[in-house]
């Protein structure tokens, strides 16, 4: 089963430099125009006959996700899948807590039965996969990383991601990208590179917060689709005027077969001053949870050794 946002576009990275190319050509002629007024006359209409520049509108996405910088919250998560056995989809409640910051440090406790079984993390150069039961760790670096190699996790995402799927990760807007608006007029559509592809974000024009996620391959095939709803004021160290909202409830759909992961914030923070580094410190971790064997993602199946 195929889910794809009804008004997405797949992008293939050969196709994406016309697209830069028209975004460039037209953002001389979107300074000059004038923006019409709303019938109202209390805010201007958004001119949808020009698309805005990538780098301006990268710009104001990144002014959005940079109130998610450093993100703490309890989390509960629904999985569904297909059992191979009996070929029934099945279910799965679980809960947690998540932190992140961004761009690159993420660490979801999980737990089942108020016990935690199992630890989703990563640091800039390393991601890992700790079964707390078992006393394993399925541990990769991100370059490397294969929908074959995360198949092994209970909750396979690969964490870098995860938090671009939650719309906490901000774009570069000197880097590769391009601009478009959905069919109905409704969204803009910003696209850049991701960690093994592209990713298309599809924001709300008049705010700038993320509505629709997309993540492709190498050859442009969209992999995973994340639905942005239910957005909640979220408190940040340091602003205590701050009216900034976050999304709270995420539906990440995997497009190759039916699997999907239900990510519900609960009461989310942005802790600047206050996130704990030893979240992220893999050797710590690895001690914490008395991990006896290590299993080395990077390798081939039948060629795990341990570390």
């Given at each position: 089963m195929t889910t794809r946002h009804p008004n997405a576009r797949r992008f293939a990275?050969?196709?994406?430099?016309?697209?830069?190319?028209?975004?460039?050509?037209?953002?001389?002629?979107?300074?000059?125009?004038s923006t019409p007024a709303a019938p109202d006359g209390n805010r201007p209409a958004l001119d949808r006959s020009v698309t805005p520049p990538f780098a301006e509108s990268a710009e104001r996405y990144n002014a959005v996700v940079r109130n998610y910088d450093h993100l703490w919250t309890g989390v509960a998560l629904r999985l569904k899948s297909r059992d191979p056995e009996s070929g029934k989809m099945v279910e799965e409640l679980l809960d947690g807590?998540?932190?992140?910051?961004?761009?690159?440090?993420?660490?979801?406790?999980?737990?089942?039965?108020?016990?935690?079984?199992?630890?989703?993390?990563?640091?800039?150069?390393?991601?890992?996969?700790?079964?707390?039961?078992?006393?394993?760790?399925?541990?990769?670096?991100?370059?490397?990383?294969t929908p074959e190699s995360l198949a092994r996790f209970d909750l396979p995402v690969q964490p870098l991601d995860l938090i671009e799927l939650l719309g906490v990760v901000p774009l570069d807007p000197a880097g590769y990208g391009a601009t478009r608006w959905s069919k109905d007029g409704k969204r803009l559509g910003l696209l850049a590179r991701s960690r093994s592809?592209?990713?298309?974000?599809?924001?709300?024009?008049?705010?700038?917060?993320?509505?629709?996620?997309?993540?492709?391959?190498?050859q442009g095939r969209v992999t995973i689709t994340s639905t942005l709803t239910r957005p909640e004021r979220i408190p940040i160290d340091?602003?205590?005027?701050?009216?900034?909202?976050?999304?709270?409830?995420?539906?990440?759909?995997?497009?190759?077969?039916?699997?999907?992961?239900?990510?519900?914030?609960?009461?989310?923070?942005?802790?600047?001053?206050?996130?704990?580094?030893?979240a992220f410190d893999y050797e710590r971790l690895m001690q914490t949870y008395r991990v006896q064997e290590i299993i080395d993602a990077d390798r081939t199946p039948g060629g795990d050794e341990e570390r």
């Open positions: 990275p050969a196709a994406l430099a016309p697209c830069v190319a028209l975004v460039l050509a037209l953002s001389p002629l979107a300074s000059c125009r807590h998540l932190q992140s910051v961004a761009p690159d440090r993420v660490a979801l406790r999980i737990d089942k039965l108020s016990e935690t079984y199992a630890y989703l993390g990563c640091d800039p150069d390393r991601y890992w996969w700790i079964d707390v039961k078992a006393g394993t760790a399925i541990v990769g670096t991100h370059a490397l990383a592809g592209n990713r298309l974000v599809w924001v709300d024009p008049a705010t700038f917060e993320p509505r629709e996620i997309e993540l492709t391959d190498g340091g602003e205590p005027g701050s009216k900034a909202r976050i999304s709270t409830n995420h539906e990440i759909r995997f497009v190759e077969g039916e699997g999907s992961i239900t990510v519900r914030l609960l009461g989310p923070e942005n802790r600047r001053n206050r996130v704990r580094p030893q």
